[in-house]
């Protein structure tokens, strides 16, 4: 028989992250304990609203299947006597709660033993499911757990009721800790607002129908398609295009109940704000729903929202619907708040200068023995010129990127960014174009944030690019010098998302730049800036050059490139010489090689190389030596297969030298013939020869091959 269990844990008001961090925690570990204590069940749905999170498994058996085990005894030569069972057999049959003559013998690889089959009869699910529900409970992780009252249970909000139903019979649960003391029952909450009585859910199967008539949809798919088709609806209405991100969407839809949606308006005269500034407001502040005007360009730089913004906006109420007007009221009185203290914001930064701003950042400490925040910007600055000297930009951009790298930092001490830190960057930008800078440094401004994180936006223009590379370097240098590495999942400077930043912007912008002789001028720069830290330039060079290595296999592989590739192509046998004096080489590498596999052609050029580099160990020659002239010599050769061998390193040389890879992989696979006749043709020769000089000249020619190959790959990490 099968019947369907629910499970309900009520609680005050859930934060909106720990909601949906717990459905997926409880979700998982229900299937698992059910399946260890061997209860076969159907479809399990977890599900939640602001003051509760329920599970409810159909189908769930309502007693365990029979545990059949067979358990492997004592050899029978020790065991049995003359046929009868000696003293370690009746022990065992005693251990597996058999009688001594239902035990029988079987072969085995280390001779004839004793067996027993041992049945264990299966628990009813009524008797096993009080400890399981206990231990969901107390088993959810989440942030800023706290206690209540005088108990010492744990939770994100204070329990307040449990529902524990298996079909209409209630499953006695008491979570002792908590204060006070909670019993499961079968009386759960309405809405709050619908008058907050118990609400008795008579049955497991008629959980949703039993709240949907107390005001609460509680299926949290249902609840977010309602809301996200009434967005849509009224954003049509009012002619606009919603602004919900997917990250405000799930929390609108963990913050309500009984949710519908409203329409509110905003002041004419707020209009006249940057409408990022608006925008904020509304989605970071007021969890409201900011209205585009559609077809309008994007402009970081634009000054007032009226040609961007509809004056609508849309809000998610929990309230009642006879209160609709009221609560619209009450948003936009919340709302014209915030702006006006946006409005004078903005008003006091508009009262001082840029210039003025960045050297009010001397008041302001960047991190202990790193001086203040002037001091960074002064050492990013210094970092873009020693970019630029490695770049070639035009004049235009490097004035641009010069001029942005001196006032990039000035709205941190804004009163703007102050309230709002989130439009960082984006408020330095509107300001220095209002002031007259050139709309290029402006835009690098804002730009140079960019990406603030995985899947981010990447800077537009190269003078943006130029002081994104130049923020990312300052920090790993500076942070590095202090003396302080990411840990394990301890990154308080985020130095890896740094270094992944860094990564992406080169790639972006197709830039090869040399990361190595960069850092040859940087880190005797900083040693000598910072020389409280005593750091040595060679070692700091040295770890960033590894930190930086990590974060190029990482970043390869969160694209999706396979890990055998990838270790191929950025993998401990790759020299930090070829890796990092030009990262987008890897990129283009590993591009060329996922494709070569994905048109079927990888293998053919695999099989080429491999052959060679195998023989290729026995010798000697440097991994670095691409040009066969200086360590082959012709007049040795004793075959034309190998004349044939040499022309075709000879034809591969300026391929790999010249990172020309595809031509590289379409010569290696041209090169098979030449390869096996080497090898295994009439003319074939034994590379072992005992002629040590014979031996040596053969062994450089396949290691010359090896190298040249190695320029797009080791292929012998490569899986066949």
Known sequence: MTTTFLLEIGTEELPADFA???????EQRVRLDLKE???????????????????????????????????????????????????????????????????????TPKGPCLFATVLTPGCSSASLLPALIASWIDGLQGRRFMRWGTGAQRFSR??????????????????????????????SRGHRLHGDQPVEIKDAAGYAEALAAHGVQVDRSARAALIRRSIDEAAAAAGGVPNCPDSLFDELVDLVEDPHVLKGRIADRFLALPPEVISTVMQSHQRYVPLDRSDVAPDPLRRSADAVLCPEFLLVSNGLRSAAETIVRGNERVLTARLA??????????????????????????????????????????????????????????????????????????????????LQGLMGGKYLLEEGESREAAVAVVEHYYPRGAG?????????????????????????TKGERPTGSSDPYALRRAGNGLLLILWDRHWRLNLLALLDVLAPIWCETL???????????????????????????????????VQAVAGEGVSDAQLLSDPLDARVRIQLLTSLREQGRLAAVQAVVQRAARLAEKGELDRSCLDPAAVVDAKRFESPSEAAMLA???????????????????????????????????DSVMVMADDLQLRQNRLNLLGVLRNQASQLARFELIQS
């Not at 960074?376 to 630029?388: F, I």
């Not at 130029?466 to 942070?479: D, F, H, M, Y």
């Open 20 to 26: 949906s961090q717990a459905l997926t925690q409880l």
């Open 37 to 107: 204590v061997r209860l076969s069940h159907g479809a399990v749905t977890v599900t939640g609203t602001p003051r509760r999170l329920a599970v409810c498994v159909e189908q769930l058996d309502e007693e365990q299947k029979e545990l059949k085990e067979e358990r492997k005894g004592p050899p029978v030569a020790q065991a049995l006597k003359d046929g009868v069972p000696g003293p370690a057999a009746i022990g065992f049959a005693k251990r597996c709660g058999v009688d001594p003559a239902d035990l029988v013998e079987r072969d």
């Open 158 to 187: 204070p329990i307040r009721w449990l529902v524990a139903l298996l079909g209409d019979a209630v499953i006695p649960v008491e979570q002792t800790g908590s204060d006070p003391v909670v019993r499961s029952d079968r009386f």
């Open 456 to 480: 981010d936006a990447l800077p537009g223009s190269d003078a943006g690019a130029v002081v994104a590379l130049a923020e990312r370097l300052e920090l790993l240098l500076s942070i590095f």
């Open 531 to 565: 020389p409280s830290f005593g750091c040595d330039s060679a070692q700091l060079k040295a770890d960033l050059a590894q930190l930086l290595r990590q974060r190029l296999v990482s970043q390869l592989e969160d694209d999706g490139h396979p890990s055998d590739l």
């Open 648 to 682: 075709v390193i000879e034809r591969l040389h300026p391929l790999a030298a010249g990172r020309d890879y595809k031509a590289l992989a379409d010569a290696l696979v041209e090169a098979t013939p030449a390869l096996e006749a080497f090898f295994d043709g009439d």
């Open 341 to 422: 203290d946006a409005e004078f914001f903005l008003g006091v930064d508009r009262r001082q200068s840029s210039s003025d701003r960045r050297e009010a950042l001397a008041r302001v400490t960047f991190a202990e023995g790193l001086g203040s925040l002037r001091d960074r910007s002064d050492r990013l600055e210094r970092t873009a010129a020693v970019l630029l000297d490695h770049l070639a930009l035009t004049a235009e951009v490097e004035t641009a990127a010069r001029r942005a790298a001196h006032l990039c930092k000035h709205d941190l001490v804004s009163q703007m960014v102050g309230e709002f830190p989130e």
